[in-house]
């Protein structure tokens, strides 16, 4: 799967998980539901669904993550967006092993300055690169391959 189909993918698990967080419906629901032929391949859904169970069956572990990480700010008055971007690119760096941190810090960068305010590509780059050090000083990195080893 190509860039375009992954950020497409990353896209589209934002906008499932905004609307899991404002309505709590069944994220099974509202993943298929709003899907109707939106994403371009079989791969890239395949990947936004992974993704999106991921984000949700590890919320709070992420949302632990981003708290310690954001220590100068209340967790509640973080951007929704911010906090969805951060998830996604935490859930990317830990539980997707074939996908280069960098990528994934690039295009949670991306993707909050596209979606979220002005600043949110900063503070999402600050957090991320914060989380993706832990996870190397704690042994928790987990990639190996061309592009992928020394984040």
Request: hydrophobic share 40%.
């Amino acid at each position: 799967m190509g860039k375009t189909g992954r950020r497409e993918g990353r896209e589209y698990t934002l906008r499932v998980l905004y609307a899991f967080e404002m309505t709590k419906n069944p994220v099974e629901d509202i993943f298929h539901d709003s899907l109707m032929g939106r994403l371009s391949a079989k791969k890239t859904e395949n990947f936004s669904s992974e993704l999106v169970h991921l984000c949700v069956e590890h919320e709070k572990e992420f949302d632990k993550i981003i708290r310690s990480k954001a220590l100068n700010w209340e967790f509640h008055r973080i951007a929704i967006l911010d906090r969805i971007v951060l998830r996604i690119g935490i859930c990317e760096l830990i539980y997707f092993p074939d996908i280069p941190p960098k990528v994934s810090i690039n295009e949670a960068i991306e993707i909050a300055k596209k979606y979220s305010t002005e600043k949110s590509g900063l503070f999402v780059n600050g957090i991320l690169d914060a989380v993706l050090q832990d996870l190397k000083d704690s042994g928790k990195f987990h990639k190996s391959g061309r592009g992928l080893v020394n984040g």
